[in-house]
């Protein structure tokens, strides 16, 4: 096994704590900003929240609707400025919200809201399309009653990969970065520094890792639903409520969808999508409190299973989908704050919040799409701890481009566009990794997977199949036929050989099995 704690420092002047979207933002910043900086996650990087989102990068027309203008201009300017540093990371996609006879919500009202959101992005993006246009575009959808339908932007990404690519950002300009890395006690000591005990937890005994102490000036907790677990002092805080989304991924050709098309669930209305996705066709999203240990991977349940088939089966009568059809599932724990007003999950605040426990700061809550702002603002809430901090400039760019390197004769101009949104400063090393050929049935090329294994803190294979790729979701049976090809063909770069390989094999497919695909039946 690696040595996950190899390379630390004794001293930071920042710990991050947490490897998801908001901790990889925070650390990426504060390294900018000329911080000594270490972030640790005790998982995988992205393993909880940030590789488990609806994948959406949208300024949230549910905020513009409850009236929270600041947050819906924050995030459409953010979803911006993400379009154009990381094309290929970050897309545009083209969402559609179709309109029925007597039922909510009306074009009036829904168009009224969107001349407000292309102010903000400064683009007129919406428009009307025809019931007949509409029906030519998505033919077998349901037509009962459809009046007309109406087309506006909003963006979509790849969020394991977004994370990736944020901290491999933060690691140029210096920053110290740790999977598999727990930090566990947390206590005040001399200089009025933090002492934060760290575990080597890359083998699944937890006891077994190796240990050691660090300190450091300011301490994030970026662990979002898990952020209560080194809280110092519980008073005066607001409570967390885990949140659990579910998507299934079904074969494009199941339910061949071009757009996002966003729908109005038939059972409770609540707003619901179904929208392509790396070839596939993903439905989403469930919305339920999550009382399962949050250490344990989260499972889609049965009774989600059937909500998302009869919001399909509702949608598109000429495409009916079986269990049969489903290739995978996920389930994402939202980390929400409540309220305490007893409101349903769907109508609880997605809006962040910051504690200060005298430089342990935590957040919670908060959209992918702001992660920038909200890291500045975590570092600033810090701020005393530190002395003079200064933040680059808030125009500066998170992402750097790709370097201008002509497009191999053998990769597809969609998939460039990819690997260099994707990939940033490290594509030409990736174009010389492996093999510029393409895995079957996806636009994965052989070289990403020899890049990863060698760069990207790969420990387990489920890192590899779940996170770095999404071979393990959009390949039948979470990519079991590729598993003898893959020892083949990375045998020189995988830190596992001979029964270590057997044994990875069989504990990601434990693991597919049981958290991504179909519920396992009890008994």
């Known amino acids: 096994m690696t040595d996950q704690l190899s390379g630390i420092a004794d001293h930071y002047d920042v710990l991050v704590i947490g490897g998801g979207i908001t901790g990889a933002g925070v650390v990426r910043e504060a390294t900018a900003a000329g911080l000594k900086t270490l972030l640790v996650e005790q998982k995988d990087y992205a393993w909880g929240t940030s590789s488990r989102s609806s994948k959406m990068v949208h300024g949230g027309l549910r905020y513009l609707a409850t009236g929270h203008l600041g947050l819906t201009r924050d995030a459409v300017r953010e979803r911006q400025r993400m379009l154009e540093e990381a094309p290929g990371l970050v897309d545009r996609m083209r969402y559609v919200m179709p309109h ?105 005994n937890p006891e077994q890792g190796p240990a050691r102490m660090v300190t450091a000036k300011l301490v994030i907790n970026a662990t979002g639903a898990w952020a209560d677990r080194l809280w110092h002092n519980r008073d005066g805080k607001d409570t967390l409520r885990p949140l659990r989304g579910s998507h299934l991924i079904v074969p494009f050709d199941k339910l061949p969808i071009s757009v996002s098309l966003t729908l109005m669930h038939p059972d409770d209305g609540r707003a619901t999508f179904i929208y392509p996705w790396l070839g596939r066709t993903v439905i989403g999203t469930t919305d339920l409190d999550h009382s399962p240990d949050l250490d344990i991977e989260p499972v889609i349940s049965r009774d989600e299973v059937t909500y998302l088939l009869r919001m399909a089966a509702n949608a598109f009568p000429g495409y009916p989908l079986t269990e049969a059809d489903v290739l995978s599932s996920w389930s994402g724990v939202r980390p929400v704050v409540s309220s305490g007003k007893g409101l349903s999950p769907s109508s609880e605040s ?85 093999p510029l050929e393409e895995i079957a049935g996806t636009d994965v090329l052989w070289a990403e997977l020899h890049w990863s294994v060698r760069h990207e803190a790969v420990v387990h294979l489920d890192d590899l199949l779940l996170r770095r790729t999404r071979l393990g979701l959009i390949l039948p049976a979470g990519a079991k036929a590729l598993l003898p090809e893959m020892e083949q063909r990375l045998v020189d770069d995988m830190p596992w050989s001979g029964r270590q390989w057997q044994a990875e094999c069989a504990r990601y497919l434990a693991i597919w099995r049981g958290a991504y695909y179909l519920p396992v039946e009890a008994g």
């Open 350 to 434: 997605r809006e962040h919040v910051i504690w200060n426990e005298d430089g342990l700061v935590s957040v919670a809550g908060g959209k992918l799409t702001t992660f920038r702002l909200i890291a500045r603002e975590v570092l600033a809430t810090g701020s005393s701890q530190l002395g003079q901090i200064d933040l680059i400039s808030d125009d500066l760019p998170v992402f750097q481009p790709a370097p201008a390197i002509p497009r191999p004769a053998s990769v597809r101009h969609l998939t460039w566009r990819r690997l260099q949104g994707q990939y940033g400063a490290d594509l030409p090393g990736l174009l010389e990794a492996g």
């Open 100 to 204: 029925y006879r007597k039922r909510f919500p009306g074009p009036r009202l829904f168009r009224l809201l969107l001349r407000i959101y292309d102010f903000f992005a400064g683009e007129k993006y919406q428009h009307a399309i025809p019931r007949s246009e509409m029906l030519q575009w998505l033919p077998g959808m349901n037509d009962d009653g459809l009046l007309a339908a109406t087309g506006f932007s909003d963006a979509v990404t790849e969020d394991a990969r977004l994370v990736i690519r944020v901290l491999a950002e933060a690691e140029a300009l210096g920053a110290h970065i740790r999977n598999y890395v727990k930090a566990g006690d947390i206590a005040k000591g001399e200089a009025g520094h933090w002492q934060v005990t760290l575990q080597d937890r890359s083998d699944d």
